[in-house]
């Protein structure tokens, strides 16, 4: 039985492929108000509610004719003269029907409701406007002149039929409306269109898989390249000094050198090791940055302080000039770690006596943090692929040598956080490397 009516419900508001959505809704809200119509015409005919029943049967009418012209006609319903005509009706009945006192104020709300439902959502805006300043008028016309208000029923029985035969209209339009006719058309609505975006999705998965699979190609052969040789000679280099030093009693400066050449490769190593691991970290996590507004100095402090311990080793100048009021938006590990291997590189490829500076200072809205050395530069057939896993690390003054991750795993870091990086080198008179990242304050 509940089959039968479904079908006969979709016949008469028809399919989703040949109406829009509207006018699926107008249509069910028609062939309701016809059926209620049925009942609630004679019902206050019989009452002597003359003035309710003709607006039912005008407004019945009126929604028939609409619906026979869009159901059957293709034509579709018109939005305005469906708005216009219920300010008319019910403006009429609230003169005809007690004004205040009356039951026009209660199918009002409820009408306009299938207004909303029946028209596109860019004119939902303009109809509560016109209503609202309709309704205003309607009630101050008659508040003004109230001579111009009929009653046509006695107060207790007479309101009570009236609130009584009036009250079903709105429910019954409400409940259509929002149960079972928009919710359910809403839902198929966004069915439809989760089905072309998870086809677009899919779609972009695909060629997004594809560009994943040859970068893990790249990233793959990269890796083992750094693993068996360049993590790999290093740690020989140690195992061979530690194995000098632990069978042969060396004293002196030969013990001193070695030493120091045991200090030298073991923190070298633990360079490499810390921009491969952090590297492959951002690999497997993706893009997760935690952005925080600080002071530039109190974030880079203990950087630059480490640096000028590494700095001094080498016998290299680390000078900065950092104001505390420069307030930049930034991930603070992320740009701690950058700043620690740019002033790393630096002081790899500046030679004994050289100077490093380090300035930041205000262009904007963003932050420019320059890390200058008077090293050995860049060679300008590497310059293009410096930022890119294509590149191949270079040698620093004390043949000190990195991993080639440590400018891309910056390049990667400054990029999450909104900024950008960027370098002039001359080879032989030295690098600059520029950072910007988003600020927020001005430097007194």
């Avoid at 009418?61 to 005509?85: A, C, T």
């Avoid at 996590?285 to 925080?292: D, I, Q, W």
């Amino acid at each position: 039985m509940i089959k039968k009516i479904n079908t006969v419900w979709l016949r008469l508001i028809g399919d989703s492929s040949s109406f829009s959505l509207e006018s699926r809704i107008f249509h069910s809200i028609s062939v309701g108000l016809s059926i209620l119509a049925i009942f609630y015409v004679p019902y206050n005919l019989f009452a002597g509610l003359y003035v309710a029943s003709l607006s039912s049967l005008l407004l019945s009418l009126f929604f028939y004719y609409e619906y026979y012209n869009s159901r059957f006609n293709n034509k579709p319903h018109s939005n305005i003269l469906f708005g216009v005509i219920g300010i008319i009706v019910f403006s009429f009945n609230y003169f005809a029907n007690s004004g205040i006192n009356g039951s026009t104020d209660i199918i009002w709300p409820a009408y306009l409701l299938l207004v909303f439902a029946i028209s596109p959502y860019r004119q939902h805006l303009a109809w509560l406007i016109v209503y609202i300043i309709g309704f205003l008028v309607l009630h101050l016309v008659a508040y003004y002149y109230p001579a111009l208000v009929k009653h046509p029923f006695d107060a207790g029985k007479g309101e009570l039929i009236d609130r009584i035969t009036a009250f079903p209209l709105p429910v019954i339009a409400i409940y259509i409306v929002i149960k079972y006719i928009r919710k359910s058309y809403d839902k198929e609505r966004i069915a439809v269109e989760e089905k072309a975006i998870a086809i677009e999705v899919q779609n972009q998965h695909i060629l997004l898989q594809k560009e994943q699979l040859e970068k893990s190609d790249i990233e793959r052969n990269k890796l083992m390249s750094i693993i068996s040789h360049d993590m790999r000679t290093p740690l020989i280099n140690i195992q061979s000094y530690l194995q000098l030093l632990n069978e042969n009693e060396l004293d002196g400066p030969l013990r001193a050198g070695i030493e120091q050449e045991l200090l030298a490769s073991t923190n070298s190593t633990i360079d490499m090791l810390t921009n491969l691991l952090q590297w492959s970290k951002s690999q497997m996590e993706g893009p997760a940055v935690n952005l925080v507004s600080a002071s530039l100095l109190d974030i880079i402090k203990s950087t630059l302080d480490m640096g000028k311990i590494q700095a001094n080793k080498k016998d290299i100048a680390l000078n900065y000039t950092i104001s505390p009021a420069l307030i930049v938006i930034a991930d603070m590990n992320m740009l701690q770690l950058v700043v620690r291997n740019l002033i790393s590189n630096a002081i790899k490829f500046t030679p004994k006596g050289g100077i490093i500076n380090i300035d930041a200072q205000l262009v904007q809205h963003e932050c420019k943090i320059t890390v200058s050395d008077n090293g050995k530069g860049i060679d300008p057939g590497k310059q293009d692929k410096i930022f890119s896993i294509y590149t191949e690390p270079g040698f620093g003054t004390n043949n000190e040598k990195g991993v080639g991750l440590g400018l891309l795993l910056c390049k990667e870091f400054i990029e999450r956080q909104g900024g950008r990086i960027g370098f002039e080198s001359v080879p032989g008179r030295g690098s600059s490397f520029f950072i910007f990242i988003p600020a927020r304050a001005n430097v007194d």
